[in-house]
């Protein structure tokens, strides 16, 4: 059935930014910081909204170098600068300053200016009125140029109002944090109206024009410098271009070999030319994930994948790609449910999560895929409550989002179908599968792979429950949709197959069961090889047959193979290798060597018991058929001590055929 949702990766750069009120000009030149504004709303063009922190301090990616802000918003507060929603910016690493003030601060401030700048002008037509007086009076102008000046002087004064519009509103939208203190201080003389002083500290720069014409010297060598940086650039740029159309070129020539060679079901070479591609760029992100997919789900290379996993989610988070880290995160926590270690599993699924949280805040259809992924992982280790809480979370979240008739709820409705599946609620397993069934059928068609899967996990659901000719029915829906698309030869046949046979099985029929089992394990050996999970699971089941057929020799081979594969592969403390020791014991069992069948239930019981603690069902479970192995040689206190400990670790509704077995097994031994 279904497990891992795999999102598209996005590489994208994170930009901060923090919300403020202005830093204010004092009387005395002093300014005033301003504070940090929590609870600010920022919307980014074409991305959902942002909201500052207590620090004023917000994030969001920006896929490429450039960005619009829509609006910014908080209760009772305006922007200083009102054309900040109406420019585009430049992607920065320094934060993006949003200043924000109230109408009364930024109406008391305008007033003040407005007053220091008509006071400071009124002061300055005294002086020049005293000035002409003074010219008048010792005779230096005649009546009639007195006259003449003055009437400028006031004429000058009608057209000031302008001038102080102008500065009221320049000076009342500075914000004196972001200004250094040398300009502060000109700042706040101009503002007092002493412009001596304000003049006389420009000039310890330096006479103005002397230093234009310097400048100007400056810039004719920058340019003649800058001409020849061009012409540099220009080749070099030639050259990079050159190179960056050949890595593309190759990389989409590796990608149609790699295609080639997996229709050809010639893993090993796809393999080669899906590294070859992620190799050209090792800072693509999302090559280095398409290759550590691959060699996670065809080869079952586990460990290069958790390598080119680990290195990609470094290279994400120097790129500030939060996206592509969390699928990094994913990924991990996929190959670590694989190969059965939950703990890192649920790990780095939980890190996946909360980076989605972070930067796409709490209700994102990412992070409701991620809270789906922590769901299968409590549901592998039998914490049904949480597996349950945690895909109808999952569920509701993406209903909200993208509605009841989406390919995602399809794909949530059957990760809630497998919990309530494992718990035994088949009738609940089976309304989501069919839930989803419909969906796909809405969405595709009647003949859609994705209806082919969904009959494929009803008749998992109905053969699990007894209802053997409902699946058997369900799968051969299944069947004829995928043999139409895909022909005889695929993996999603073989899986068929494989489920035909479990149902067949289960229903005593052994020989069609086989006949099944064979037709699979020859599909898949095509498509996978010899060294795969999947081989070992094939081997198992046909291990089965030959064990309830009686063919004990056939049954030891194939279990041998199957137990032998998974230890390579997943290491020899995982579920499935539990799984081929107990089926190892059984065939002991069966042919009565009591010794070799008990060493067998022990070290499946005691990987149980590590990986998932002594009151798992599976542990349980060993401990009652380790319990019947005593039963055999005539140890009935060790039996009972087997049935005993089953009992007293078990959920006595939950687990009702294996409470069965133990009491059967008390009774038989009771004398």
């Known amino acids: 059935m279904l497990a891992f949702i795999m999102a598209s990766v996005a590489v994208a750069q994170t930009q901060q930014g923090i919300v403020k009120t202005k830093g204010r000009l004092n009387g005395n030149g002093s300014v005033t910081p301003g504070l940090m504004l929590q609870g600010a709303t920022v919307k980014v063009k074409g991305r959902t909204v942002v909201v500052s922190n207590a620090q004023g301090a917000f994030s969001f990616p920006v896929p490429g170098d450039r960005y619009s802000i829509e609006s910014v918003k908080k209760n009772g507060y305006q922007l200083v600068d009102p054309d900040a929603t109406s420019r585009q910016y430049s992607y920065s690493a320094n934060p993006l300053m949003i200043v924000m003030e109230t109408p009364d601060d930024r109406a008391d401030e305008e007033l003040a200016n407005e007053r220091k700048i008509r006071r400071s002008l009124q002061r300055q037509l005294i002086a020049k009125e005293d000035e002409i007086e003074q010219l008048r009076e010792e005779n230096r102008i005649s009546q009639e140029e007195y006259r003449s000046r003055l009437q400028e002087l006031y004429a000058r004064q009608e057209t000031s109002e302008k001038l102080i519009s102008k500065m009221v509103e320049y000076y009342s939208q500075i914000d004196y944090d972001q200004i250094d203190e040398f300009n502060r201080r000109i700042s706040s003389y101009i503002l007092n109206g002493e412009l001596t002083r304000a003049d006389s500290m420009l000039a310890t720069k330096g006479d ?3 230093r234009v014409a310097a400048l100007r010297q400056h810039q004719k060598a920058n340019a003649e410098e800058q001409a020849e940086l061009d012409r540099r650039q220009q ?23 790699y295609e080639i060679m997996k229709m050809q079901y010639r893993n090993d070479s796809a393999a080669y030319y899906i590294k070859l591609r992620a190799s050209l760029d ?10 550590a997919d691959y060699l996670t789900t065809y080869l079952a290379d586990y460990d290069h994948a958790l390598q080119i996993y680990q290195n990609s989610s470094h290279i994400a988070a120097t790129q500030g790609d939060d996206s592509g880290k969390a699928m990094c995160m994913d990924g991990m926590g996929h190959v670590w449910y694989l190969r ?43 914490d049904y409550a949480r597996a349950v809480e945690c895909c109808s979370q999952a569920l509701d979240m993406t209903v909200t989002l993208l509605g009841t008739n989406s390919a995602t709820t399809a794909t949530m409705l059957g990760n809630l179908g497998v919990v309530y599946e494992s718990q035994g609620e088949y009738d609940k397993a089976i ?26 996990n009803i008749g998992v659901a109905q053969s699990a429950c007894g209802n053997y000719d409902e699946a058997v029915d369900a799968y051969r829906k299944a069947l004829a949709i995928l043999t139409t698309v895909y022909g005889l030869n695929h993996p999603g046949v073989s899986t068929n197959y494989n489920n035909m046979g479990v149902a067949l099985a289960r229903n005593g029929e052994y020989e069609a069961a086989l006949e099944y089992f064979l037709k699979a394990l020859e599909i898949s050996k095509a498509y996978f090889g010899e060294n795969h999970p999947t081989i070992a699971t094939r081997l198992s089941n046909i ?13 030891l081979e194939c279990y041998e193979k199957s137990l032998e594969i998974n230890t390579r592969l997943l290491g020899d403390k995982h579920p499935d290798v539990a799984e081929g020791c107990a089926n ?10 009591f010794d070799m069948a008990l060493a067998y239930y022990d070290m499946a019981y005691l990987i149980y018991c590590d990986i998932w603690g002594e009151k798992h069902p599976a542990a349980a479970r060993c401990l009652v058929d380790k319990g019947e192995v005593y039963y055999s040689q005539g140890n009935y206190g060790l039996a009972r001590k087997c049935a005993k400990t089953a009992l007293k670790n078990i959920d006595d509704n939950k687990d009702k055929e294996i409470v069965a077995d133990a009491n059967d097994l008390l009774e038989k031994t009771a004398n």
């Open 235 to 257: 080749a070099l740029s030639q050259s990079r271009a050159y190179a960056a159309r050949e890595v593309e070129d190759l990389a989409q020539d590796c990608h149609h070999k």
């Open 543 to 555: 291990g089965g047959i030959y064990y309830f057929q009686g063919r004990f020799d056939d049954a």
């Open 584 to 593: 190892m014991a059984s065939v002991y069992e069966a042919e009565g060597d």
């Open 282 to 291: 090792t800072a693509n992100v999302e090559w280095q994930i398409d290759a």
């Open 431 to 456: 309304d989501c599968l069919n839930k989803e069934l419909e969906i796909e059928k809405t969405l595709g068609g009647e003949t859609s792979v994705a209806v082919a899967n969904c009959y494929n």
């Open 340 to 382: 059965g270690n939950y703990k890192k599993a649920f790990e780095y699924c939980q890190k996946s999560l909360d980076i989605r949280k972070r930067f796409l805040g709490e209700t994102h259809i990412e992070v409701a895929g991620s809270i789906a992924h922590i769901g299968l992982i409590y549901d592998r280790i039998g």
């Open 208 to 210: 103005i024009n002397s």
